[in-house]
């Protein structure tokens, strides 16, 4: 049910061998949010998205899904969490030898016994999702980086995910391409009632999607704000919020 905890990062502190980049993070992602993960370069936005995927184990902390730790959690459990998940990287990261198709399919053919058949119609339809119907046969090389993006897309819905997460998703791609992906963003949560994460800088894509947030800033390397993105532009006291979400402009632009 929207609203519902359905995320829980709890008192987490990430590093690389004897360097921490974050510490003392907590949040709560809500079932059907649309949550930012914003700040500066350098802040740990991406470190703190490959924890919650499986990919960074915390020096300390939990991360919890719907009461589950991921880090604490059996094999079994830990495998059977993470293939809930459904994640865009920021390169898109479609396999360059394969179609469109081809790589929709992949998730599919490693992780379930279905037949080619069902393969083919799910295929096409998540590429259909995604504004692709007619590209199922296209080549990575062969297509725009907007359409390469909504290709990983694709691919990240394949198992019908309940949690997408996106790695900077607008990253190269065009003022118009980047709206585009922000507008189907929003219709796959209201249509698919997927809860997503996105790690961002973006400042038009945080203002345009995300309902909740939380703000990291890389000199304290903790959490520094919290809430509706559009409500800390409009109320945030701290000067480090405010210019990153003026761009710079400070107060007077709010």
């Known amino acids: 049910m929207k609203g519902e905890p359905h995320i829980i990062v709890e008192d987490l502190t990430l590093g690389y061998d004897s360097t921490v980049i974050l510490h003392d993070v907590t949040f709560t992602v809500n079932k059907g949010d649309i949550f930012i993960i914003m700040g500066a370069s350098g802040s740990g936005k991406s470190s703190i998205l490959r924890s919650m995927v499986g990919l960074l184990p915390p020096i300390k902390g939990e991360v919890l899904y719907e009461g589950l730790s991921l880090w604490s959690a059996t094999p079994e459990e830990q495998k059977s969490t993470m293939q809930r998940f459904g994640v865009l990287y920021q390169s898109s990261a479609l396999w360059s030898s394969l179609t469109l198709s081809e790589n929709v399919a992949l998730p599919l053919q490693l992780y379930t016994d279905v037949g080619e058949d069902v393969i083919k119609e799910v295929v096409s339809l998540k590429l259909g999702l995604v504004g692709l119907a007619g590209f199922e046969d296209y080549y990575p090389s062969e297509i725009s980086g907007g359409m390469k993006k909504r290709a990983g897309l694709a691919r990240a ?96 632009e709010r």
């Open 157 to 252: 819905m394949a198992l019908d995910p309940d949690i997408l997460f996106f790695d900077e998703p607008s990253a190269g791609l065009d003022p118009v391409s980047a709206h585009l992906l922000d507008e189907l963003i929003i219709t796959l949560r209201n249509s698919l009632g997927a809860t997503i994460v996105v790690v961002t800088h973006e400042l038009a894509s945080i203002l345009a999607i995300g309902n909740n947030s939380v703000f990291l800033d890389p000199v304290s390397k903790t959490i520094i704000a919290a809430g509706n993105p559009r409500k800390l532009l409009e109320e945030s006291k701290d000067p480090r919020v405010i210019d990153f979400l003026t761009r710079g402009k400070g107060v007077q």
